[in-house]
């Protein structure tokens, strides 16, 4: 058995980064500094994921299972009302089972919602939008007709996710980069 001779502090970064792609826990990388042996640099081993392609983003969200728990007859697709209850879900950050103005105004920047008016969908104006109020006023964003590419009055997974990702995919490269990604932890990694 050969110890890596690399430094104990780069050891530490290098876990540190595979803790970041892998989730670790900060016992597993005392352990995993401890027990790293081996003839090559754990550098050269290491890979960090900076850009998720539409494929990669797919496969996190169908890993995630949301779209299935949106599907409440089980039939594979989302109505808009199913389409729409998924969004009523995911905008509800800390799943309280209504969305306050702030949750509100943060996924309307992050999902790139222009000229959307708070006051406009609280109608009654207690700083909290209940399911009735966002129903009524999210299908004017358009995205279920757009998302439908198939024009048969359903969302499929991979087209929910394919208009999530053209959303979030702002600066129009095919790649999702960390700051482009790092939104989906929050609405749909929790």
Request: some cysteine; overall charge negative.
């Amino acid at each position: 058995m050969v110890r890596n001779s690399f430094s104990t502090a780069k050891r530490v970064t290098s876990c540190f980064s595979l803790a970041l792609l892998f989730g670790c826990k900060g016992g597993e990388i005392e352990k995993t500094t401890e027990e790293m042996v081996d003839d090559e640099p754990v550098a050269d081993k290491a890979v960090v994921v900076d850009t998720w392609d539409e494929g990669r983003f797919f496969d996190e969200f169908a890993a995630s299972k949301n779209y299935g728990y949106w599907d409440l007859n089980k039939d594979k697709h989302l109505s808009e009302v199913e389409f729409t209850s998924s969004f009523n879900n995911v905008w509800d950050v800390n799943g309280e089972g209504r969305v306050s103005q702030s949750e509100w105004e943060t996924a309307i920047s992050d999902f790139g919602v222009k000229a959307a008016d708070w006051t406009a969908w609280n109608t009654d104006g207690d700083g909290y939008m209940e399911t009735a109020e966002f129903e009524a006023d999210f299908a004017q964003i358009g995205w279920f007709s757009t998302w439908d590419q198939d024009k048969d009055n359903l969302v499929t997974e991979q087209e929910y996710t394919a208009g999530v990702y053209q959303l979030w995919d702002t600066d129009g490269d095919n790649q999702l980069d960390r700051t482009e990604y790092t939104r989906y932890n929050k609405y749909y990694g929790r």
